[in-house]
């Protein structure tokens, strides 16, 4: 299905102003494969027309739709498994020794999808903080309002709870009805979720109540956006956060601010970050 090049270039700018996205000339397979069904629900014949839509409403229905299907990306539960070892036995203890086992912790989960891993992250704070329904709170935050929708639902398919869900946590945390198997209220009480886009300055204005956070996880959304705009997402959640408070990235990424400094937390052989 062919774009004109005109149309295509319009379409990586979209997509790079509203969601800090960068697409190369490389990438137009990325955009045909993931709105096919776009195209089929808004019955749309071609790229051409959905691209001159979307420049007729940048605010209307079809560009949200359409930034959602660009920027949703599959997940799974405890994914790379080594962020939750390092909460259970480095991240909580420290957090819950300096305030003697009875301060409240603050959690963002600044690109949560589907929900897997703030869910993750609030299983493993079960397991290992003292009344964690009563003293951590979890931020989840995505730029798709589809993708929020879902993790608010707490329902998944048998499919999704075998991708990296340990079955003991399966059995705890979930209960099952018919094929689905839904999220547990002891879980749901530490989440709140909301829409939120990481290259918009008024995030830190929108998640300011809930923080300052302990704790961040911004992980494998990094490597999308461009230098200039990569700095600028880090310097936004230092803003968010408590100083030592650590950083969670994609074990690619590396947390560079034009202003905010960070120290390397070595982890079993990975890379954690601290703000100076």
Known sequence: MSLRPELFRYL?????????????????YLIRSRVQTLLRNFEITDMDTLAQEIRGDEN???????????????????????????????????????????????????????????YSIAMTASE???????????????????????????????????????????????????????????????????????VDDGLISQVRRFGPFDLVFCRNVLIYFSPEERKNVIDRLARSMKKGGYLFTGAAETPEGHISKWECVMFKGKRLWKLL
């Open 12 to 28: 990586r700018e979209f997509l790079l102003r509203k969601s800090g996205l960068v697409l190369d000339d490389s990438k137009l």
């Open 60 to 118: 209307g229905k079809l560009a949200q739709h359409f930034l959602d299907a660009m920027t949703t990306n599959e997940t799974l539960f405890f994914r790379d498994t080594y962020p939750f070892e390092a909460l259970k036995t480095l991240v909580f203890p420290e957090l819950t020794h300096a305030g003697n086992g009875h301060q409240s912790i603050k959690i963002w989960s600044a690109a949560s999808s589907r929900g897997q891993e703030p």
């Open 128 to 198: 290992s903080v003292a009344m964690a329904d009563k003293r951590v709170s979890i931020l989840a935050t995505d730029l798709s309002g589809s993708a929020i929708d879902y993790a608010r639902e707490a329902k998944y398919s048998q499919m999704e709870v075998q991708r990296g869900m340990p079955v003991k946590q399966l059995v705890r945390f979930f209960n099952q009805q018919g094929v689905d198997w839904f999220v547990c209220d002891e879980l749901k009480k530490m989440l709140t979720f909301q829409t939120g886009n990481l």
